[in-house]
C-alpha cells in the first residue's frame, strides 16, 4: 500500500484517479485504506495518484509491505475475480 504522508495541501486530484476507490478524505488530509490500495496492480503499471499528486506526498507506505504477488491477490479479491 502507498500512504499519504502531512505534506499534502488537500487539492482532491488524486482521490478520482484511485481505480479502487482507496482515498478518501480524512479528518485534516486525504488518507489511504491499506485493504483497498493495490498500487494500481491489476490496473496500471503506475501508482496514479502518484502520477497526478503536485506535491509528491505518496510514497510507500513502510508499514504495509506487500510483493507484487499480494498486490496482485488483493486485486483479485477486490475485484471479485477471486
Ligand atoms: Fe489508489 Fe493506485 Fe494510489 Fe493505491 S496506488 S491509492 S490503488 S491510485
Ligand atoms: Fe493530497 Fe497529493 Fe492527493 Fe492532492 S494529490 S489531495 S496533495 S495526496
Redesign the pocket.
Known amino acids: 500500500s502507498l500512504m499519504?504522508?502531512d505534506?499534502?495541501?488537500?487539492?482532491?486530484?488524486?482521490?478520482p484517479e484511485c481505480p479502487n476507490n482507496a482515498?478518501s478524505?480524512g479528518e485534516e488530509?486525504?488518507v489511504i485504506d491499506p485493504n483497498l490500495c493495490t498500487q494500481c496492480v491489476g490496473h496500471y503499471d503506475e501508482p496514479q495518484?502518484q502520477q497526478?499528486?503536485?506535491?509528491?506526498?505518496?510514497p510507500l507506505d513502510p508499514n504495509h509491505p506487500e510483493t507484487q504477488e499480494e498486490l496482485h491477490a488483493k486485486y483479485l479479491i477486490i475485484t471479485g475475480k477471486a
Open positions: 499519504i504522508t505534506e499534502c495541501i488537500n487539492c482532491d486530484v488524486c482521490e482515498i478524505q488530509i486525504y495518484c497526478v499528486c503536485p506535491v509528491d506526498c505518496i
